[in-house]
Nanobody, 119 residues
Framework: VQLAESGGGLVQPGGSLRLSCVVS????????VGWYRQAPGRQRVEVAG???????YYTNSAEGRFTISRDDAKKTVYLQMNSLQPEDTAMYYC??????????????WGLGTQVSVSS
């Protein structure tokens, strides 16, 4: 199983980035996929998630600025980030999560992509 994030970089405040997470080795269409971020010295926290049904979830910090979407045919989940601010600076990780009534939950992580917002 591999989750490969890309699209990070250095951007000025107010700028935009589009992150991509390409998933291989699992049937991603049945997984909930989330984007998390971790700033230096802080815990990893979820930013947005999207279920297998396409329903999206956003934390307060992302609501109105970020958009998560998925293309299961391409096995890719995207995070469009607009109006970026310095506090958005962090390593961004992709997570694939699956749980049913019988088997233990499954969680897979990518290695992350760095997002830096600075003038």
């Amino acid at each position: 199983v591999q989750l490969a994030e890309s699209g990070g970089g250095l951007v000025q405040p107010g700028g935009s980035l589009r992150l991509s997470c390409v998933v291989s080795g699992i049937m991603v269409e049945v997984y909930r996929v989330g984007w998390y971020r971790q700033a230096p010295g802080r815990q990893r926290v979820e930013v947005a998630g999207i279920g297998s049904d396409g329903i999206a979830y956003y934390t307060n910090s992302a609501e109105g600025r970020f958009t998560i979407s998925r293309d299961d045919a391409k096995k890719t989940v995207y995070l469009q980030m607009n109006s970026l601010q310095p506090e958005d600076t962090a390593m961004y990780y992709c997570n694939a999560h699956y749980k049913d009534l019988v088997a233990p939950p499954e969680d897979y992580w990518g290695l992350g992509t760095q997002v830096s917002v600075s003038s």
